[in-house]
C-alpha cells in the first residue's frame, strides 16, 4: 500500500450527482490501489459505480470527497486544465465505440495526443507511425476510420492511447462492439501489452473478457464487493 | 495546439463543408464586395476630379470672374438665383480693367459662349459650343494647336472672322481634309479656320472636343452674350501664391469699379477650382458618411450568420471536443480551434468579397465613364473587418464548445 511501485492509490473515494432534485451516491468510498504493471478489470452490473471510477481513474472527473494519487501526485484536487495534462501525458484511454475523429487518417487520429503535448511535426509523425507498427496496421497508415474494420479502428484508438506512453492504458468495454474472433485479436493484443509492463485496467461487464486479467475487481452500489488476483497460469 | 495546426484544421473543415462556408459566410463577402467597390469608384472619382476633371475644365493656377458661379455648389434657392440675376454683368470696360490690375504676371482672356451649328459645304456639326474669346485663352487652358495657328492680338482686336476648331468639329466637317483655309459657317456668317486644337479626350463620356473658338469682337459677338460685355475673364498666374495675390488685386478693383461700400457683398464671383473640388468633396463625404453604415450593417448581419454557423459545428462536433479533451486538449486548445476556425471562414469569406469588389469596380470602369481605382487601404481595412468579425462571432460558441464537459461531450450521440 502507498509503497513506489502504486500507479493508482484512491482513499474513500465518493461521487455524488445531484438529479432532479434528488443526490444519486454512485460511489460511496472506494478504496483501491493497483500497481505498476498490474492488469485489472473492473466488474460490475450497470449503475454500479464502475463508469463514475473509470472517469475519475481517467481524470475527466473529479470526486466528491476522497483523494486520488496517481504516479505519487495528488489528482483529485487539480482544475481542468491541469486534468487534461494529466490525460495527455498518464492516461491512454480506449473506448468501446473507438471514438475516432472520422475525417482524419489513422496516422492523424494517433498523432492528437502529441499535439497536445505540444509535439514538433517530424517527430510527432515518427512517432505516431511507430505506434501504429506496434498494433499491426503500418500498412494502413493513411486510412480513414470508415475505411478500416471494427477490429482495425480498435487498434487505432489503442496505438493512439498509447502513442504518448502512458502510465495506465484505461479500457471501457474495449470489445463491446466487435464479434468474438475480433475480441480475441484486441483482448490478444491487451496480452501483449501487459506482457511488455503496460498497466492495464479494463472495465467490462463480461465475464470471458475479465479473466484475461490478472485481477478482478467488482463494484456493487458504488462500494467494493470483491478484489481477486488470479494465480498466473 | 499550435496556430499552425488550428490553421490547417480550419482549412481542412472549410473545404470538407464548402456549399456551407460559403453561405455562411455570404454577409460578410457581400459587405466586403460593397466597401471595396464603393471606395474604388469614389477614389477613382476623387483622382479623376483632381486631376482631370478641375484641370481640364477650369485650369491649373487659374481662376474666373463671373457675375455668378458656374458651377453650382448644392442647392441654389430661389433668392439666391434672383440676387444673381439682378447683379451687373462683366462689361467688357470691366474685363479690359482686370487686364493691367495684376502685380504678378499673369494671362487673362475673356470668354462667352453660346451652343450654335457649324456648316461646312452641306456637312453641319450640331450644338457646337461656341466660344468668343482673347488670344490668352489657348495658353490659360493648356490647349496645344496641332494644325494651324491660334489668332493674334491684331486679329483679335480688330473682330477677325477666324475659327480655331476643336478636334472632333474638324472630324465631322472635313472627314478627313485639311480644315486649314476653308471657310466654315456659324449662324450664316463665314469664318476661316486657322487652326485645329488637338484632341481633350472625354469627361464622364462627354466629349471636350465640340468647339469652335473665334475673337470675341469678332461676328460671335452677336450671339454668344449681350454686346459690351463678357461672360468671364479667366486669369490664369504662374504659381498657386500668385494666384491668391491676383484674386485679391481682381476682387479690389472690381469692387471700387462697382462703388462697393465696405461690408457690402461682392455682387460677382472669383471661380476656382476649388469651388469644384469642394462641391465634388460634399459628395465625397456623403458617400463616405453613408458608406460605413452600409458596411457596418452587413457585417454584423454576417457576424450574426457566421456565429450560428459556429454553434452548429459546435453542437455538431461535440462528441470531437470531447474526443479531443480526453485526449489532453485544454481549454485553450479548443478555444483557439473555433475562434481559428470562425476567423479563417470569415476571412476567405472577405478575401472572395476584395476579389469580387475589385472586379464590379473594373466592370464600372469599363462599361461606363466613372472611372475607378481600387485603395490599397480599402483592401487592408476589408481583411481586417474579415478576421475581426469573424473572430468575435466566433467568441461565443468558441467558449462553449471550451467549456464542455469531456465526460457529456464524449458519450454525446450525433
Known amino acids: 500500500m502507498g509503497s513506489d511501485r502504486a500507479v493508482i492509490a484512491v482513499r474513500g473515494l465518493t461521487r455524488a450527482y445531484p438529479m432532479g432534485g434528488e443526490t444519486v451516491h454512485a460511489l460511496r468510498g472506494v478504496d483501491l490501489t493497483i500497481a505498476r504493471n498490474e492488469y485489472v478489470a473492473v466488474m460490475g452490473p450497470s449503475g454500479s459505480g464502475k463508469s463514475t471510477l473509470m472517469n475519475l481513474i481517467g481524470c475527466l472527473d473529479t470526486p466528491t470527497s476522497g483523494e486520488y494519487w496517481l504516479s505519487g501526485v495528488e489528482v483529485s484536487r487539480l482544475g481542468d486544465d491541469e486534468l487534461a495534462r494529466i490525460r495527455n501525458e498518464e492516461i491512454g484511454f480506449v473506448f468501446q465505440t473507438f471514438n475516432l475523429l472520422p475525417r482524419a487518417s489513422a496516422l492523424h487520429n494517433v498523432e492528437l495526443p502529441l499535439i497536445y503535448a505540444g509535439e514538433r511535426a517530424a517527430e510527432r509523425r515518427a512517432r505516431a507511425s511507430r505506434a501504429l507498427e506496434r498494433v499491426g496496421l503500418g500498412n494502413r497508415m493513411d486510412h480513414r476510420p470508415n475505411e478500416l474494420s471494427g477490429g ?50 479494463l472495465v467490462t461487464h463480461e465475464h470471458e473478457v475479465a479473466q484475461r486479467a490478472r485481477r478482478e475487481v467488482t463494484l456493487r452500489d458504488g462500494v467494493i464487493h470483491s478484489d481477486t488476483v488470479r494465480e498466473a497460469a | 495546439m499550435p496556430f499552425r495546426e488550428a490553421f490547417r484544421l480550419a482549412f481542412q473543415t472549410i473545404w470538407a463543408n464548402k456549399m456551407k462556408s460559403a453561405f455562411s459566410v455570404i454577409g460578410v463577402f457581400i ?63 470691366d474685363a479690359r480693367a482686370l487686364e493691367t490690375a495684376f502685380s504678378v504676371p499673369v494671362t487673362t482672356a475673356w470668354e462667352t459662349d453660346a451652343g450654335a451649328d457649324l456648316e461646312y459645304r452641306g456637312n453641319v456639326a450640331r450644338e457646337i459650343n461656341v466660344i468668343g474669346a482673347t488670344p490668352g485663352y489657348f495658353d490659360i487652358k493648356g490647349w496645344r494647336i496641332t494644325q494651324g495657328r491660334a489668332f493674334s492680338h491684331q486679329e483679335a482686336e480688330t473682330g477677325r472672322p477666324v475659327v480655331v476648331i476643336g478636334h472632333e468639329v474638324a472630324e465631322r466637317l472635313f472627314e478627313g481634309a485639311d480644315p486649314l483655309g476653308r471657310e466654315v459657317r456659324i449662324q450664316h456668317i463665314p469664318y476661316r479656320v486657322i487652326g485645329v486644337v488637338e484632341s481633350q479626350g472625354t469627361i464622364f463620356g462627354l466629349s471636350l472636343d465640340k468647339f469652335a473658338v473665334a475673337p470675341a469682337l469678332s461676328p460671335v459677338k452677336r450671339f454668344v452674350t449681350r454686346p459690351g460685355y463678357v461672360d468671364a475673364v479667366l486669369v490664369k498666374a504662374e504659381t498657386a501664391a500668385d494666384v491668391a495675390t491676383a484674386i485679391i488685386e481682381a476682387e479690389a478693383v472690381l469692387r471700387s469699379r462697382r462703388q462697393l461700400r465696405p461690408g457690402e457683398e461682392n455682387n460677382f464671383v472669383l471661380e476656382t477650382a476649388d469651388a469644384v473640388l469642394d462641391f465634388w468633396g460634399n459628395i465625397n463625404r456623403v458617400l463616405m458618411t453613408a458608406l460605413p453604415g452600409l458596411v457596418l450593417i452587413s457585417l454584423v448581419v454576417g457576424g450574426i450568420v457566421i456565429m450560428n454557423i459556429m454553434l452548429m459545428a459546435v453542437a455538431e462536433r461535440t462528441r470531437e471536443i470531447g474526443i479531443r479533451k480526453s485526449l489532453g486538449a485544454r481549454r485553450n486548445d479548443i478555444l483557439r480551434q473555433f475562434l481559428v476556425e470562425s476567423g479563417t471562414l470569415s476571412t476567405v469569406g472577405a478575401g472572395f468579397g476584395v476579389g469580387t469588389g475589385i472586379v464590379l469596380a473594373m466592370v464600372v470602369q469599363a462599361t461606363t465613364p466613372l472611372p475607378a481605382s481600387v485603395a490599397p487601404w480599402s483592401v487592408g481595412v476589408a481583411i481586417l473587418l474579415g478576421a475581426g468579425v469573424g473572430i468575435g462571432a466566433g467568441l461565443y460558441p468558441a467558449s462553449r464548445a471550451a467549456r464542455l464537459d469531456p465526460i457529456t461531450a464524449i458519450r454525446h450521440e450525433t
Open chain 1, 152 to 201: 482495425q479502428r480498435q487498434r487505432v484508438a489503442i496505438a493512439r492511447a498509447l502513442v504518448n506512453e502512458p502510465s495506465i492504458l484505461l479500457a471501457d468495454e474495449p470489445t463491446g462492439n466487435l464479434d468474438s474472433a475480433t475480441s480475441e485479436e484486441i483482448l490478444a493484443v491487451f496480452d501483449e501489452l501487459h506482457a511488455a509492463g503496460q498497466t492495464i485496467v
Open chain 2, 31 to 93: 459587405g466586403v464586395t460593397f466597401l471595396i467597390a464603393v471606395v474604388s469608384v469614389v477614389e477613382g472619382m476623387n483622382r479623376y476630379m483632381t486631376e482631370r476633371f478641375a484641370g481640364a475644365l477650369l485650369g491649373v493656377n487659374t481662376f474666373q470672374v463671373r457675375r455668378f458661379p458656374d458651377f453650382n455648389v448644392g442647392d441654389v434657392t430661389d433668392d439666391t438665383w434672383r440676387e444673381w440675376v439682378r447683379r451687373p454683368r462683366i462689361s467688357q470696360d
